[in-house]
């Protein structure tokens, strides 16, 4: 089975401007959270996205939005970038039932200058 | 609100000790409790998850404990190896997110 992918792995971005995050899936998941991750910190949820609509959403603007696709992927935007978006950007795939754990990608370094 | 602890921050030993992880939360109402694995700049390795009626999952040298009433777990390493190093991040599923401590720094030196 494959796991989860993301792209890219890095990324430097100016103040204001605007990214975009790709994800993809470990087969058989229908559920993809994001997490960001600050130097020294546990990662912090984002939000997650279950058939095609967001459903949970932790202490973040607006100005971070996401998809996900027909096939499960997902997409995390982040508008109007700030340096403290400065992060670990990750991506995890689950199931919807709590009987399965979360498997997570090998994250985008986000550097904003 | 859930908040999740991770006590060592840091720590640092000979190869072949044997070592416990320590992991607190303050709301028992979790559905399970997964350890990862973080190498530096790497993404999460997902190491054990014990569900919520379980007391402990086993996997090779390690083995991860779970006393739900109490707030604790626990991720002991057998005869630790230089290539356990790395940080330990343990996180309890609240509803649909997972919250995370900070993390154990380990370093097994040779």
């Known amino acids: 089975e494959t796991g989860v992918t993301q792209s890219p792995t890095h990324l430097i971005k100016t103040r204001g401007q605007q990214v975009t995050l790709r994800c993809s899936s470990q087969?058989?998941?229908?559920?993809v959270s994001w997490y960001q991750q600050a130097l020294g910190q546990g990662p912090q949820f984002i939000f997650q996205y279950y058939r095609e609509e967001e459903n949970g959403r932790g202490n973040f603007p607006p100005r971070f939005s996401g998809l996900q696709f027909p096939n499960y992927s997902s997409e995390l935007n982040v508008n109007a970038l700030e340096l403290d978006d400065s992060a670990l950007y990750l991506c995890a795939s689950s199931l919807r039932t709590a009987l399965t754990g979360y498997t997570f990608g090998s994250g985008t370094r986000l550097t904003v200058v | 609100k859930q908040e999740v602890t991770q006590i060592p921050a840091a720590l640092s030993v000979p190869e072949g000790e044997n070592l416990v992880l320590n992991c607190s939360f303050t709301d028992s109402a979790i559905y399970n409790l997964q350890w990862f694995r973080q190498d530096p700049g790497k993404g999460l390795t997902s190491l054990l998850l014990?569900?919520?009626?379980?007391r402990e999952q086993t996997s090779g040298r390690l083995n991860a404990s779970l006393d739900k009433s109490s707030g604790r777990s626990t991720l002991y390493i057998a005869a630790s190896q230089p290539g356990d190093s790395a940080t330990y991040l343990c996180a309890v599923r609240n509803t649909d997110k997972l919250i995370f401590g900070t993390g154990t720094r380990l370093q097994v030196f040779p």
């Open positions: 014990i569900q919520s009626s379980q």
């Open positions: 087969s058989g998941h229908n559920t």
